[in-house]
C-alpha cells in the first residue's frame, strides 16, 4: 500500500494541471459621431475608418463632412456629434463664448515645407506686394477662421488696413468656381482646395500668409466637449491610438492616402501635411494674443486648461 500511495502521489504531482478560466467579454465598441470641416489635412479620420483603425481599438466611428465652421462647432455643443476637427481661433471663439471645449488629440502642424494655406487670386489680379490687395474683393472660409484672423494680421503687419479690402465669407469647395466666375478677385485656400484652383488655371498662390505670420503652429486638431472627453477617458485614449496608427499610415503609403483625400474631397493635396498627435499651450496663445489684439476675444482665457492632459 505504502508503494502504491507514493506511486499515486507521484502521478498526480507529474499530471498536466488544467484550470478552467471563463472566457472574458470582448471590449465593447463605442459608437461616436466625427465632424470635420472640408479640408484634406482631416483624411486622417478617414484613413482611420478606412483602414480600420477605429474598429481595432473598438470605436464604431460616423464621419461627417461639413462646411461650415460653425456648423460642426454647434453639432458638437448640441450632442449630435463627440469629436470635431477645429483649429486654434475656432476653439478660442467658442471658449469665448463661453462653450467649454477641449483638445483631445493633435491633427496636422504647419512647416516651412508643408504650409496648406494660401492667398490664390484670378490670373488677371497683379500682384506684387499686399498694398496691391486694397479695394479687391476676397473669400475667407469663415469670419471665424484662424486662417481670416491671420490674414488681417498679415495685412497689418504690411501697413494694410484690412478695412479696404471687401471681405466675403465661401464655402472652401465654391471657391475654385467663383474665381472661374469672376465673383471674386481672390480667396484664402487651404488643401486640397489651393492645388485644385492654381491646377484648373482658376487662380494663382500669391502668398502662403499665415507661415509669414505664424510659422511654427497646428492647422488643426480634434475637440470635444471638457465633459465628454472627462466622462469617456477609455474613449480619447482609443481615439488617440487610432490617430497614432493612421499617421502611421499616412507617413508609408502617401500614393494611397492622395487617393483617399480624392475620393473623400473631390482633389488630393501633392504635399500631405505633417500630422501629429502634439499640441501645446502656445499653440493656442499666438493666437488668442493676435484675437486680442484685433477685438475678437473679449475675455480673458487661460491656453493651459484647453489641452486635456
Known sequence: MRGFGARLL????????????AAADPPATVPVAIVNGLAGEAIEVYVAKNEGFFAKHHIDATLTSIGSPQIVMTGLFSGQSQIAM???????????GGLDFVVIAGGTRVTAAK?????????????????????LSIG??????AAFMAFKGWLQQRHVDPSTLHFVEVQMSAENDLLQGRKLDGVLAIEPYTTEIVKNGAGKLV????????PDRPSLFWVSTRAWAQA????VAAFRESMADAIKFINANQDKTRDMETAVFGSADTNLGFFTLGVVPKDLEQFYVMGKQQGVFTKDIDTNTLILK
Do not use: W
Open 115 to 135: 504650409d496648406p494655406v494660401g492667398l490664390d487670386l484670378r490670373p488677371d489680379v497683379p500682384y506684387s506686394s499686399a498694398a496691391d490687395l486694397k479695394g
Open 232 to 235: 469617456n477617458p477609455e474613449v
Open 207 to 214: 502668398s502662403h500668409f499665415m507661415h509669414d505670420l505664424a
Open 10 to 21: 507521484c502521478a498526480l504531482l507529474l499530471a498536466p494541471l488544467t484550470i478552467s478560466v
Open 86 to 96: 477645429s483649429n486654434p481661433v475656432q476653439l478660442l471663439t467658442a471658449v469665448n
Open 140 to 145: 475667407v472660409p469663415g469670419f471665424n477662421s
